[in-house]
C-alpha cells in the first residue's frame, strides 16, 4: 500500500490507506488515545481504542518514527475534517532518550541558543520549519521573476585569490600552502559575465568576517544577487528590482506587499527625515527604523529605497552621480526599518577604473583578471544583492535573523 501524506486524507474518506511520520504527539485519555504524526506536509490525528495499539504508543515516544495503517474517517471536529480509526502501528524508528524540548506547542519554548545547539531537533517545529519553507519560496520566486525577463543563472567561484572586493573583513585559508579567501559577494564575476548573457543571476553563499554580533548580522548568509546591461543609470536597476520583489512575494499573502512604485529618497533627504546630523556618512539602525516608519506614514509603503550615498561609502565600482560625484549612483532598500538590498549603477569603461583604483591607493594587478572585463568592453549595467535571511526575518517579523536561518554562522557558532 502505498504511502500518502497528511493533506491527502480527505481525498482518501472511508479507504484504509498507510502514513507515516514523526510521532508529534500522544494524548492518553481514560477511554480512548490519540496519535499525532507529523510529516512533511502536515498532522494527521489517528484514533487509538483497542487495549493492545494503545499498550504500544503508551512505551513509544515523541520524535519516534512510525508507519500507521488505518482508515480514514470523517470527523468535523478532526484536523482538517478527516482521522485514522482502527490503526496498525509499525514503528520505524525509536527514539529512547528524552527530548532537549517539546515539539508540539504552539511556540518552542527553548531559548534560541538551546535551540541553536539542537538544531536538527528544533528545525522540526511547525514555526522554524515554515519559514525555512518561505525561504524557498521566495527563492524559487526569485529565479522565477529574473528567468522571466531574460536573466541567465550563473554559478561563481567561492574561493578566491585575492581579497579585493570590498571594505568588509574576509576570511583566509589555506589553499595548497598559499593564500586563498571566501569570497564576500559574486560582485566582481557577475558583472564579468554581464559581457555574456547581458543579464544574469546567482543565488548562493557569501561570507563575512565582520565582528558583529548583532541579530542581523550572519558570518555566511545567501544571497540573491543579479546584474543587468544595458541601463540608463540605477534607477533602472530599481524598477527591475521592484518588479522581481513583486514576483517573489506574489502568493504569499493575502494582498500584494510590493507596491508598483516604491518610494525613493535621496540620502540627504533621508538624514533630515531620521533627524540625523547633515554629515552623517551612512545610515544607523535607528535611521532606517525611522525611515520604514516615514514610508509607510506617508506613502503607505513597507519598502523605501535610499539613493545617492556618499561615494566614500561605497566601493571603488560603484558609478558616481553625474550631477555630484560626490554622491553615488548607488541604493540601499529598506524593508520595514531594515536595509535588506544593496544595489547601483557600476562603472563600466576601463579608465575610470583605472582612475578609481589609483585614487583609493589600490595597485592594479590583483585586479587584472576583473579589469580584462572593461579593457574589452562593457556596456553600462548595475544589480543588486538581497539578503535572503534578513528578508525573511522582516517577512516573518522574526527579531533574530537566526530564527530563520537552518544552521546558522555567527562571530561565536560554527556548529552543529
Known sequence: MQRILSSQLTAHAHETVTIAGWIHRRRLLKSVAFLIVRDAEGLSQVVVADAETRAQLESLTEESVVEVVATVSPNEQAPGGVELTGPKIRVLSAVREPLPFELHRPALGATLPTQLDHAALALRHP????????????????????????????????????????????????????????????????????GVFERVFEVGPVFRAEPS????????????????????????????????????????????????????????????????????????????????EWALREHGSEFVYVTGYPMRKRPFYTHPDPADPTYSNGFDLLFRGLEIVTGGQRLHAYQDYVDALTRSGEPLEPYTGYLDGFRYGMPPHGGWAIGLERFVARLTEAPNVREVTAFPRDLNRTTP
Open 127 to 194: 514555526a522554524r520549519r515554515s519559514a525555512l519553507r518561505l525561504a524557498a519560496r521566495v527563492t524559487a520566486g526569485f529565479r522565477a521573476a529574473l528567468t522571466e525577463q531574460r536573466f541567465v543563472e550563473i554559478q561563481t567561484p567561492k574561493i578566491v585569490a585575492s581579497a579585493t572586493e570590498s571594505g568588509a573583513n574576509v576570511f583566509e585559508l589555506d589553499y595548497f600552502g598559499r593564500p586563498a579567501y571566501l569570497a564576500q559577494s559574486p560582485q566582481f564575476y557577475k558583472q564579468l559575465m554581464v
Open 213 to 292: 554580533d548583532t541579530v542581523r548580522h550572519l558570518a555566511q548568509y545567501t544571497s540573491l544577487d543579479a546584474e543587468m546591461g544595458f541601463i540608463a543609470d540605477h534607477r533602472d536597476v530599481m524598477a527591475m528590482l521592484t518588479r522581481t520583489l513583486a514576483g517573489m512575494t506574489a502568493g504569499l499573502f493575502e494582498k500584494p506587499i510590493v507596491p508598483s512604485e516604491i518610494p525613493a529618497v535621496h540620502f540627504t533627504e533621508a538624514l533630515r527625515i531620521a533627524g540625523a546630523p547633515s554629515d552623517e556618512p551612512d545610515l544607523a539602525p535607528a535611521h532606517e527604523r525611522a525611515l520604514g
